[in-house]
């Protein structure tokens, strides 16, 4: 399980021959590293926090929304992602900003509020921030592997051009 540990970009998590339980353990690793125990967690000098909802822990909710995906929309179940997992160490090479060619940064209005996007176009790849509203930080919401019909009709670049004059 620590050879994931040794992944860098682009290369996927090695998560298949794992049990449900060593599978958590590996991708723990991996969440605790990049995120849990980076103190300098930041995207463009701003710090980046989990959201939080009330009787459940913060660091947890984060590491479902970015290993599990959500199967049925009115009970809010969720399972297991094989297309986030393996992709899981991506997350602090895209906030650190380590790729500079075919990415796209920006911010947009959504119905839910405004939202930062990091999108590597090449590797179909998404992370979604939500700026805080005080300005000093941001929340990670998730990060996804996009494919089928959302590829396939580029939803990022429609985005993209209805984005903000600056980022936020």
């Known amino acids: 399980m620590p050879f994931n540990l040794l992944k860098r970009y682009n290369q996927t998590l090695d998560l298949l021959p794992f049990n449900e339980k060593e599978r958590i353990l590996s991708l723990k690793g991996v969440f ?74 920006f ?11 990091i999108y590597d176009k090449v590797e179909n790849y998404v992370i979604v921030l939500e700026p805080m509203r005080n300005g000093k930080g941001y929340y990670l919401l998730t990060a996804y592997y996009m494919k089928g019909k959302d590829a396939a009709r580029n939803k990022m670049m429609r985005k993209y051009k209805r984005k903000l004059d600056s980022l936020l």
């Open 32 to 105: 605790n590293r990049d995120i849990v125990q980076n103190s300098n967690f930041c995207f463009r000098s701003k710090k980046i926090f989990p959201t939080t909802a009330e009787g459940q822990d913060a660091m947890e909710r984060l590491f479902s929304h970015l290993t599990t995906i959500v199967v049925e929309k009115e009970t809010q179940k969720r399972e297991y992602d094989a297309d986030r997992s393996i992709r899981l160490h991506w997350i602090k090479y895209h906030i650190e900003e380590n790729k500079k060619d075919e990415m796209y940064v």
């Open 107 to 117: 911010s947009v209005q959504e119905p839910q509020g405004i939202r930062t996007y």
